[in-house]
């Protein structure tokens, strides 16, 4: 079975500086990495989405992750925080089930506060 | 705009009552929805698996009698709870499987039991 572990669950940046969230996973075969953003009252939102391409994947927003196989690793990242960026950031792994990668598991998430 | 719509966004009900969420596909047919449990500051929970025209398959732990899912056509999957009871408040979000299997995500109904 495969698991998301998010380190921090709270993390606050100062606007303009650099947004670093973290994200380890745990799959017995070859997963398939996501990254959510959910604002308050509303529900998730794709940010960006590892599928064994490219290694440093680039999202909405200006955010982009780099999957890393020997450090388990799939980090959060984006160079400058805008005040917009505040909200509740989940990561998530799925492996091919019956051909759909569909099935996703989520870590806990990590409240991001931008703080002016 | 909206892929997914879920109706109602909030709804509050007496204990023992049984209240209805409705998850609409809007652009594309759905042979396949989800419906996930958001706990206060916690993470989603898979619940169940929609699937048009048969029977949901749940998660391990989820009680199919008080989670009733039907899923009748191919834009539309609703989730029961029946006899809700104050442990059942929570936050519910459905999501819908594109024919690329990308994963779309409604905006949630926060259901609160009094």
């Known amino acids: 079975a495969q698991s998301v572990t998010q380190l921090g669950s709270h993390v606050s940046v100062s606007e303009g500086a650099l947004v670093l969230l973290r994200c380890n996973y745990s799959?017995?075969?070859?997963?398939?990495l996501f990254w959510y953003v959910q604002y308050p009252n509303q529900g998730l939102q794709l940010l960006l989405k590892?599928?064994?391409?490219?290694?440093l994947v680039k999202g909405i927003n200006g955010f982009e992750a780099e999957f890393k196989k020997s450090e388990t690793s799939f980090h959060l990242t984006k160079p400058s925080a805008h005040m917009s960026d505040a909200a509740e950031y989940f990561c998530?792994?799925?492996?091919?089930?019956?051909?759909?990668?569909?099935?996703?598991?989520f870590g806990k998430g990590t409240l991001l506060t931008v703080n002016p | 705009g909206a892929v997914v719509s879920q109706h109602p966004s909030r709804v509050i009900c007496k204990s023992g009552t049984s209240v209805k969420i409705e998850c609409r596909s809007l652009?594309?047919?759905?042979?396949?929805m989800f419906w996930y449990r958001q706990f206060p500051k916690k993470s989603l929970m898979l619940m169940a698996t929609?699937?048009?025209?048969?029977?949901?398959?749940?998660e391990q732990g989820v009680e199919k009698d008080k989670f009733l899912i039907n899923h009748a056509s191919l834009t539309l999957s609703t989730l029961t709870v029946t006899s809700a009871h104050p442990e059942d408040s929570s936050f519910y979000i459905c999501?819908?499987?594109?024919?690329?299997?990308?994963?779309?995500f409604g905006e949630g109904s926060r259901l609160t039991v009094l």
């Open positions: 999501s819908v499987k594109s024919h690329t299997g990308e994963l779309f």
């Open positions: 799959s017995s075969v070859p997963p398939y």
């Open positions: 590892y599928t064994s391409a490219a290694t």
């Open positions: 998530a792994v799925s492996v091919a089930s019956g051909g759909s990668n569909y099935k996703l598991t």
């Open positions: 652009d594309f047919q759905a042979t396949t």
């Open positions: 929609s699937n048009e025209g048969s029977k949901a398959t749940y």
